[in-house]
Each structure stands twice: as structure tokens, then as C-alpha cells.
């Protein structure tokens, strides 16, 4: 499979092209500046890419049997602007129509997962206010990939409230728009379990149209 991965120096993007190698896949990896950093292996090429520009999304894309978008909302330590996942998910929808590829999976996050029916993470009472806005930026995404990304077989992957670099156990659970916590009351996944949930998706699509979440 080749694999065009969005975000592919950031900490998920590293692990999922980590992961897609093993696995024997190609991976092109689509950075903003891809001079001013590494490659998270010397078999992934870096080409440079704009995930919020729908004609870079489909010049980048076009031949590509699936799309990863691994991008964050995060304040970019090199000083580049923080990219808006709305305007990221809108530029992929036109940019891989335009291109031809439909399968697309998209990394989000877990403040849109339901602590109760119609109740989400990010409206419960002490979720942190330094979260906020990257749980905001990451609802209003999934609604537009609901709403307007017909005819893409799309895929939104939202991770455990925490998730760190750890251990690779290829073990993971999984559920629809709940929340899931462990015994204790934690939710946590490795970045490299994260990883493994994206590949198995891709290569075996199960959630396709739709949202889940991954956690121990």
C-alpha cells in the first residue's frame, strides 16, 4: 500500500510511519518545510505539503492508496502558524476528490467522545481549560467529515484522553463514540498502540463513515 501521511515528524505521524513500514507499506510523508527536519525513517520520503490547501492536498495525494492526516492544533515549536483542523478537514475532502483517492483516515481527538448519551468529554465538568480549544477544533472537524465528506470512505480515529509515547503491545480496545476507561477509571494509549490501531483500520477498514476510539 502507499501511504501518504500528513504530519508525518509529529508524534503520532512518527509512530504510524513507524508502524506502516514495518508493516512493508511505502509512506510518503507530507510536511510544511520538509529542509528544516528529518524523517522519522530513511524509507519515508518527505515532500512538502500544505494540509490545509486543497490543490496541495491533491498534487500530494493523486496515486496514493491511502491518506493519513496526523496533523495537530498544536503551536508548531519552529514557529509556524497553527494549522486549523477545519480547514484541514475541508481541504482534504476537495483535495482527494480531486485526486481520486477515496480512502482517507484522520487522526482527531477524544474531547468529542461521550462520557454520557449526548454528553461529550470536552462539556464535562473539570476537563481542562488548556484543552479547550484543541477539543473544540477537533468536534468541529468530526461534524464536517460527517456532514460533507460523502462519497470518501472516511475514517475519524480518536485516541484515549491521554496518550504519551509507551510500549508497542499491539493490544488495544476499541468502541464507537463512548468514552472508554480502563478498570481504575484511567484512559490512556501509547502513541505506538495508536499507531497499530491505524494500520489494522486501513488494512482491515471496519469504521468506514464513521468515528471511533481506541484505548487499553
Request: glycine share 12%; proline share 7%; charged share 25%.
Amino acid at each position: 500500500m502507499k501511504l501518504v501521511l500528513f504530519g508525518a515528524t509529529g508524534n503520532v505521524g512518527q509512530r504510524v510511519a513507524a508502524e506502516a513500514i514495518r508493516r512493508g507499506h511505502d509512506v510518503v510523508g507530507v510536511v510544511r518545510d520538509p529542509d528544516a527536519v528529518q524523517p522519522p525513517d530513511p524509507r519515508v520520503k518527505l515532500v512538502k505539503g500544505d494540509a490545509t490547501n486543497a490543490d496541495s492536498v491533491a498534487q500530494v495525494a493523486r496515486g496514493a492508496d491511502a491518506v493519513v492526516s496526523a496533523i495537530s492544533p498544536r503551536p508548531n515549536s519552529r514557529g509556524l502558524p497553527t494549522p486549523s483542523l477545519v480547514a484541514n478537514s475541508r481541504a482534504l475532502i476537495e483535495g482527494l476528490r480531486t485526486a481520486g483517492v477515496p480512502r482517507v483516515l484522520y487522526v482527531g481527538g477524544a474531547g468529542s467522545l461521550e462520557v454520557a448519551p449526548g454528553q461529550a468529554l470536552a462539556d464535562h465538568p473539570g476537563f481542562p481549560d488548556a484543552y479547550e480549544a484543541e477539543a473544540r477544533e477537533g468536534r468541529d472537524a468530526l461534524g464536517i467529515w460527517r456532514g460533507e465528506a460523502s462519497g470518501l470512505d472516511w475514517t475519524y480515529l480518536s485516541p484515549a484522553a491521554e496518550i504519551a509515547p509507551g510500549e508497542r503491545t499491539g493490544k488495544y480496545r476499541s468502541t464507537g463514540d463512548q468514552f472508554l476507561t480502563d478498570e481504575q477509571g484511567r484512559s490512556f494509549i501509547s502513541f505506538e498502540d495508536y499507531a497499530v490501531a491505524v494500520l489494522d483500520e486501513l488494512e482491515r477498514p471496519k469504521h468506514v463513515g464513521k468515528r471511533f476510539g481506541v484505548a487499553y
